[in-house]
C-alpha cells in the first residue's frame, strides 16, 4: 500500500472508523452519524459503493452472518486510518502554531 501522500475521503475515513467492530451496513451508517454527532450521514450508494472499493483495496473484510454480510476494517484498513489520524492532527497542530490571527 502506497501511503506517503494519502488523504482519505472524509466518508472512507469514518467507514474504517465505524467497522472497526465488524457491522452490517445499516449499522455502519448510523455508527458513522453518531460518531460524528450527526454531522456526516453516509446514503446506503456512498457507502455501498465505498465499501466495494474499501473490499477490493483489502482495508475492510466481509463474511456472511444469515442473511447479512459483516464489514470489518482489517489491519492494512486500520493503517490506513491511523495515517490520516496523524496527518489530520498535523494540520490541527499547525493551526495552533504561532500566527497572526
Do not use: C
Not at 459483516?70 to 486500520?78: K, R
Amino acid at each position: 500500500m502506497e501511503t506517503d501522500n494519502l488523504r482519505l475521503s472524509e466518508s472512507t475515513y469514518a467507514i474504517l472508523l465505524a467497522a472497526r467492530n465488524p457491522l452490517h451496513g445499516y449499522g455502519i451508517m448510523l455508527r458513522v452519524k453518531q460518531m460524528s454527532a450527526g454531522r456526516i450521514v453516509i446514503g446506503p450508494g456512498t457507502m455501498y459503493g465505498a465499501l466495494k472499493k474499501l473490499i477490493a483495496d483489502g482495508w475492510v473484510s466481509v463474511e456472511s452472518a444469515g442473511a447479512q454480510k459483516l464489514y470489518t476494517t482489517t489491519s492494512v484498513g486500520l493503517a490506513a486510518a491511523r495515517q490520516e489520524f496523524e496527518r489530520l492532527n498535523l494540520l490541527v497542530k499547525m493551526y495552533g502554531g504561532d500566527h497572526d490571527a
